[in-house]
């Protein structure tokens, strides 16, 4: 479900990613009948980012993480 390779998911409903050091990442978003809200967590602070929209049923979805590092 994502180019990264590490992803853990309820189709359609829930997914999360690790991106591993900060590389941009695609995620298959074709299950999801709608839109969706993301949000970045950054391990090394331990703080979350604002929820963004995303747009659901895209199957290559692009991501680029807002920080470096994983």
Known sequence: LSSTGLC?????EEYVVYALDGQPSNVDLSAAP????????????GEFGKPAAVRGGNARQAFVPPHSGD
């Not at 853990?8 to 359609?12: I, S, V």
């Open 8 to 12: 853990l998911a309820r189709p359609g």
């Open 34 to 45: 709608s839109d969706m809200q993301a949000r970045w967590f950054n391990p090394a602070t």
